[in-house]
């Protein structure tokens, strides 16, 4: 573990200074870049509440698109929310999607999807870092749920990816636990871009090296290659609340 390493004295205010650095991040940056497409606007139609649980991937990603067009236009129906469903709830579970995506307060992917309880399993690490802990939990949605869709979530203005970009321009090193994300993300850092745009390049760079990953994972690869799993890298905009999948 990299929180084991010793590593030079930072002063407190020298590691503030660096975290809002990277916190600031991207948010004007990346206007120009090519994000992939837009979820279909042909899927905006809002789902009806008792809808059929979504069982492929095609679908999965028709429900999250539906909610996404109604978070972003603020015509939110806040779904499955219930007495009754939430008496149904107590006797078992049955999400249709699983979104890993990072710990960053303005990106909850139950109000960005507009989904309600029992809809999605979410699974949140800082930039979307894998270690055996998200591993094992995404293998559970999918293998022991049945989960048809992994969406691996990124956002505008990515904290902990600001912070790898930073640390690695910098040489300054992160604290121990924020030092193991900056590690993980590091090896997605693009190095074709200068300033914010190297931040936002490599925020799209980083979730689809995690997107590849699991996708490659032996007890998931199955599932993609017969068709009954897909793994989709996507990113949401801050500035228009917009989720756009990553090819």
């Known amino acids: 573990m990299h929180s084991n390493r010793r590593t030079p004295a930072v002063s407190q205010s020298s590691r503030r200074a660096l975290l809002r650095t990277a916190v600031a991040g991207t948010a004007v940056a990346g206007a120009g870049l090519a994000?992939?497409?837009?979820?279909?606007?042909?899927?905006?139609?809002?789902?009806?509440?008792?809808?059929?649980?979504?069982?492929?991937?095609?679908?999965?990603?028709?429900?999250l698109a539906a909610g996404n067009e109604r978070w972003r236009t603020l015509r939110q129906e806040h779904p499955h929310e219930s007495a009754?469903?939430?008496?149904?709830?107590?006797?078992?579970?049955?999400?249709?999607a699983l979104v890993l995506g990072c710990i960053d307060s303005r990106v909850p992917p139950e109000l960005v999807f507009d989904q309600g309880l029992g809809d999605l399993m979410t699974v949140r690490s800082g930039g979307e870092v894998l270690d055996e802990a998200v591993l094992g939990s995404v293998a559970y949605g999918v293998l022991e749920l049945d989960i048809p869709l992994v969406l691996v979530l990124a956002h505008q203005s990515c904290g902990a990816v600001g912070a790898a970009v930073h640390a690695e321009e910098t040489g300054e090193p992160l604290p121990a636990h924020i030092q193991y994300l900056a590690d993980q993300i590091r090896p997605s850092i693009d190095h074709?871009?200068?300033?914010?745009?190297?931040?936002?390049?490599?925020?799209?760079?980083?979730?689809?090296?995690?997107?590849?990953?699991?996708?490659?994972?032996?007890?998931?690869?199955?599932?993609?290659?017969?068709?009954?799993?897909?793994?989709?890298?996507a990113r949401y905009e801050l500035r228009d609340q917009r989720v756009r999948t990553l090819s």
């Open 35 to 63: 994000l992939g497409s837009a979820f279909p606007a042909s899927a905006a139609t809002a789902e009806p509440d008792g809808a059929p649980r979504p069982t492929t991937p095609a679908q999965a990603l028709r429900r």
């Open 84 to 96: 009754y469903l939430r008496r149904q709830l107590t006797q078992g579970q049955q999400p249709f």
């Open 192 to 233: 074709g871009q200068q300033g914010q745009a190297r931040v936002d390049a490599t925020i799209n760079a980083h979730a689809r090296s995690v997107r590849d990953r699991l996708a490659a994972e032996a007890d998931l690869a199955g599932r993609v290659a017969s068709g009954r799993l897909a793994v989709v890298a």
